[in-house]
Nanobody
Framework: QVQLVESGGGLVQVGGSLRLSCAAS??????????MGWYRQAPGKQRELVAS???????SYADSVKGRFTISRNNANNTVYLQMNSLKPEDTAVYYC???????????WGQGTQVTVSS
């Protein structure tokens, strides 16, 4: 079993920055074999993928955040980060961390952290 705990959300003004963290605990073997992703869900909208990072460090981003958000992982401390710059009101959402592996059948979610961008 793996537990994911997000932190770093909050209220920020337009153009500001936040860094979200996702700390993983549990089976270290499982953590190191998982790709990690950040998702978000705004009120009345479906959850969407924001950014993801493979076990090897390859990254991908939603078009809406390219050039503004950066995902990274530190396998030594089992933490994944999402650096968010130039924040916009439309970035307001609950942000969720996900750890997954299609090979091993893992699929874990954190509880979410609220990000609110005020204009």
């Amino acid at each position: 079993q793996v537990q994911l705990v997000e932190s770093g959300g909050g209220l920020v003004q337009v153009g500001g920055s936040l860094r979200l963290s996702c700390a993983a605990s549990g089976s270290i073997y499982s953590i190191n074999t998982m790709a990690m992703g950040w998702y978000r869900q705004a009120p009345g909208k479906q959850r969407e993928l924001v950014a993801s990072i493979t076990t090897g460090g390859s990254t991908s981003y939603a078009d809406s955040v390219k050039g503004r958000f950066t995902i990274s992982r530190n396998n030594a401390n089992n933490t994944v980060y999402l650096q968010m710059n130039s924040l916009k009101p439309e970035d307001t959402a609950v942000y969720y961390c996900r750890g997954y592996s299609t090979i091993y059948g893992y699929n874990y979610w954190g509880q979410g952290t609220q990000v609110t961008v005020s204009s």
